[in-house]
Structures are given as C-alpha cells and as structure tokens.
C-alpha cells in the first residue's frame, strides 16, 4: 500500500493461468442447490478438524450452515482457495505478498484471548471460544476489493459481527468500536523489520451502526476451514463494502468508545486512507485510479479489469449508512 509505487503487481506476483484453470469453480446464477452443498460441506469440513482447531470446535456445527452470495452477479467466479491463501496483505508478516503464506505458521493462535474495554458493561478477557461459541456459522461469499485495486471474491465462514458484539452490550455512549492487532514480534517477523514504518500493533475501526450492520462479519474460516494464520487466525474482520484493509486480522482487543478511532492506515497516509476506506470508483487514490480493478487471478497477458462498483456493489444495502455525507471528503 503506503510503500509501493504503483497498484500493478510485479511479474512474480502474477498467478499462473493454469491454477485458475485448475481450480476454478463457477458460482451458478443464485447458487441455488450448488450454494447449499457448498454449505453443507462447509459445515462438514468445519466439523472435521475441530479437534485441531479452537476456532472449528467453538462453532456448533451441528446447526444448518446459511449461505449467502449477497451483491454477486451470476456467473461471477470464486477465487481459487491457493490464491485466497497466498496473495495476501499482512504487514506483520512482511511486505510482499508471499510473505504471509510463509511465514504466518510462525504465529501460536491456540490459546488465544481477546480484551473487551471501553463502553460496554461487559469488559474483560475472553476466551476466543467464548467469544464464538454457541453461533451458528454463516458462509458469506463476498467480493473483497484492496485498496491496491485487485479483488476477489471469498467464501468466508463467521458470525455476524453484531452478534458477537453484542454479547458484550455495549453502551449508549459506545459510537465507534476499534480492533486491534495481536502484537508479539517474536512470532511476527514483520514487526521486528528494521523496513516497516507501520506504528505497531495495527488498530481499525467503525461506527456502530457499520458494525451492526447486516453485511460485517467476524470470520473464523475461509473456503469451509479455519482461517489460516496468513488470513487473520483466529479471528478476522470482513467488511465487504470496504477497501480491504478495514479487515482487520488476528484481533485481539475490541474497544468501544464515544471518539472515531485513530487507525493504522489513516495514522500512515492520511491523504490516501481515510477512516470509513468505502470502496468508491470516483474517489481515486493519490497515486491510482479506483475506477476499475482486477479480479484475480489474473495473467500479464490477460489483466481481467473490470469496472469497480460504488460500495464493492454492496450500495442498495449499505448506502443509506451515509446520508447527508460527502463521500469525498469523508473517504
Ligand atoms: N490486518 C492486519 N493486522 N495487518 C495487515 O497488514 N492488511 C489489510 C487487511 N487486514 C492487514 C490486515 C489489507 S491491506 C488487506 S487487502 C486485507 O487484510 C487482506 O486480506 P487477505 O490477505 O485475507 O486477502
């Protein structure tokens, strides 16, 4: 993001077209029957491994899975899991887009405890199986557009976020709610990096009624199993709306406050990342148009942009949150 020049990806970052060829699936218009034995595996295979994963067994799988491919055009494809998995954005891990497959086992997930503090009348420490116990999971297939203008799309499983929000009944006076990172340099390499000008532990956030809405979810699993560590294990946020880095991995603090959150990114570039970071084609970045992306994987010879929507596509749903609001000034 902040530290590179320009939103196309070196040669070594292109997928191979065989992978795509290989692995893609196509999502049937309305998925339909498809969609419900992709849930039904999904809930399976979450099932599965729960003996390996906390953030499998802390969902009851023994409830229907709901699938939802809300926003998605027929016929739009899934990213294949290899690259959901690969090409990944986590600074903690290091800058470059491999960087997080390969160094992300570095990291203890298990036990993992989340602070709760601010305006709530439950404050304390959770266990992350407290947190999500007790939910039935949701797959959510979602397009997840980056701010550095690629996308893809997912199926992410989790819990609405303002389920898991509310257990902890925040206050009138809570406005915002701001997430931050676990911070531990010994197992993350990138924030040991003499290189990283990122002012660890990275921190976002939202105002309450964007995450109490409908479409914000608290992931806990990608393509039917646990996060891997280089998506955000154990717990992640997924806000599909937004630009890619209100996504906020490996939470470990929830706070909610009265005051808008000073966030990471915002803290870094104030002029190219602003707080609410709505995907918005006419809002270009300083340094790249926002008007159209492209939607991996895609080859050197075949770049697949596509023209970006307002809101990721997501606007009948979400852009009622900011009536009254100038989008270019609040970017
Ligand atoms: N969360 C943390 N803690 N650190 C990060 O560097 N990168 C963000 C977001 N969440 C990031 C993060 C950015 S820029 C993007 S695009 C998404 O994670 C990438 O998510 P993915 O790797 O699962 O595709």
């Known amino acids: 993001m902040r530290n590179r020049r320009t939103a196309e990806p070196s040669s070594s970052e292109i997928t191979p077209e065989s992978v795509f ?29 729960a003996a390996a994963s906390a953030a499998a067994s802390a969902i009851s799988s023994s409830s229907p899975m709901v699938v939802s491919a809300r926003g998605l055009s027929p016929g739009e494809e899934l990213t294949p899991e290899d690259i959901v998995t690969s090409y990944n954005n986590f600074y903690e891990f290091g800058m470059d887009k491999d ?38 999971p949701e797959e959510r297939i979602y397009r997840f557009r980056c701010v550095e203008a690629w996308s893809m799309v997912v199926p992410w499983q989790g819990v609405p976020l303002r389920r898991i929000l509310e257990r902890f009944e925040p206050s009138g006076n809570a406005r915002f709610v701001e997430f931050t990172t676990l911070y531990r340099p010994s197992e993350m390499r990138g924030q040991r990096s003499l290189f990283s000008s990122i002012d660890w532990p990275y921190v976002e956030g939202l105002r309450m009624d964007e995450a109490y809405h409908p479409l914000s979810l608290m992931a806990v699993g990608v393509y039917g199993k646990p996060l891997p560590n280089q998506n955000g294990a154990p717990l992640r946020l997924v806000v599909p709306w937004k630009y890619g880095f209100k996504s906020i991995k490996s939470i470990v603090k929830i706070r909610f406050t009265r005051r808008q959150p000073k966030t990471t990114w915002q803290l870094q570039g104030p002029q190219e ?32 942009r596509i023209p970006t929507l307002p809101f990721n596509g997501y606007g009948a749903e979400v852009a009622q949150l900011y009536q009254g609001m100038d989008l270019r000034r609040d970017f």
Request: overall charge negative; hydrophobic content about 40%.
């Open 21 to 49: 060829l290989n692995r893609r699936r196509l999502l049937a218009a309305g998925l339909g029957a498809a969609g419900l034995s992709v849930a039904a595996s999904v809930a399976a295979s979450v099932a599965a491994s």
């Open 99 to 136: 960087d997080p497959a390969r160094y992300a086992h570095e990291l203890t997930t298990d036990p993992w405890s989340v602070e709760v503090a601010g305006e709530c009348a439950k404050p304390g420490e959770y266990a992350f199986e407290d947190i999500v116990s007790g939910f039935t």
């Open 273 to 304: 990342y602003g707080f609410y970071a709505n995907v918005n084609p006419d809002v270009s970045h300083p340094r790249w148009s926002q008007a159209s992306e492209r939607r991996l994987p895609s080859s050197l010879f075949e770049p697949n």
